[in-house]
């Protein structure tokens, strides 16, 4: 049974910084080019849009232009964890943070991802 577990969320004032953590049971992150984690958000009466994702294959990141130059995603397989480090906190920032894998696709769009965590609040105010 595959499940995903976030922390870190939080409350900060703008321009402070949070980092997101994502561990992974029973997914085998890395065991084909394909497989991908990803961090996405749902901000209040917004659906829900991608953030940034990272690949297991040569490790290759992808962010949204609102995410770009501020926040970093990256991995630590050894502990199955996927973080997300998020500078410069803007107001419009606060929603729900959701850790998403899956195997492949068009890594912003939510359909790729088959497994979803619970999510972390954000509060940037």
């Known amino acids: 049974q595959v499940q995903l577990v976030e922390s870190g969320g939080g409350s900060v004032q703008p321009g402070g910084q949070l980092k997101l953590s994502c561990v992974s049971s029973g997914y085998v992150y890395n065991s084909w080019s394909g497989s991908c984690m990803a961090w996405f958000r749902q901000l209040p009466g917004k659906e829900r849009e991608a953030v940034a994702s990272?690949?297991?294959?040569?490790?290759?990141?992808y962010y949204a232009d609102s995410a770009k130059g501020r926040f970093t995603i990256s991995q630590d397989n050894a502990k199955n964890t996927v973080y997300l480090q998020m500078n410069s906190l803007k107001p419009e920032g606060t929603g729900m943070y959701y850790c998403?894998?899956?195997?492949?696709?068009?890594?912003?769009?939510?359909?790729?991802?088959?497994?979803w965590g619970q999510g972390t609040q954000v509060t940037v105010s």
């Open positions: 990272i690949f297991s294959a040569g490790g290759s990141t």
């Open positions: 998403g894998a899956g195997d492949g696709g068009v890594w912003s769009t939510p359909e790729s991802y088959k497994y």
